[in-house]
């Protein structure tokens, strides 16, 4: 039986050439089957968090909330801007805080780099905030930062494949059991 999964990607940075955005969609490649991700690239167009002018919320705001409503999980993956997360996903995940919309939606904290240690402890912290339901066993780090070689190789890399298993378990284990997926014994 064959379940459609919609995945949501959020790259936490606003550069055309983000080493995370490019995790994302060599990701979003390789999901397997009955599952698509779509990646969100319009985190820029959203305005600066205002609670004056939260309700009603600006239309980019709602493009937004409805993005983050229909995906079944998201996966993040973002920058370490100044040992912090990136003003773009902070103020993305502002804007969501007063609603419900993360409550229990399963989310993965992905990362290119091992050196973004503290956005990712930032980032974590956040989402237990907004009562999100982090999957830590497969919030991972990927081997990209400094990486020159092609996709191909790169995909093929024993670190990859390793992180990119992590996630797919729990990927494919929330779309048999979506409410009740527990993280694995391992």
């Not at 939260?54 to 079944?72: C, G, I, N």
């Not at 969501?96 to 989310?107: D, L, W």
Request: with cysteine.
């Amino acid at each position: 039986m064959s379940c459609s999964l919609r995945i949501l990607g959020v790259p936490g940075s606003l550069r055309a050439a983000s080493v995370n955005r490019r995790l994302l969609q060599l990701l979003a490649g390789q999901m397997p089957d009955g599952m698509g991700m779509s990646l969100y690239a319009q985190l820029g167009e959203l305005p600066l968090f205002n609670p004056d002018v939260e309700f009603p919320p600006p239309a980019a705001v709602v493009h937004w909330m409805t993005a983050l409503q229909r995906a079944d999980i998201v996966l993040i993956a973002s920058p370490e801007y100044a040992h912090g997360v990136t003003g773009v996903i902070k103020n993305a995940l502002d804007w969501a805080v007063s609603s419900e919309v993360m409550v229990n939606k399963p989310v993965l904290v992905l990362n290119a780099s091992p050196r973004a240690q503290h956005a990712d402890a930032a980032l974590r912290e956040t989402l237990a905030v907004m009562n999100a339901r982090l999957m830590t066993e497969a919030s991972v780090v990927f081997p990209m930062l400094g990486y020159r070689g092609t996709d191909e190789a790169l995909l093929a890399s024993p670190d990859f494949v390793q992180a990119r298993c992590q996630v797919f378990e729990v990927v494919s284990r929330l779309a048999t059991h979506p409410a009740g997926a527990a993280p694995s014994a391992s």
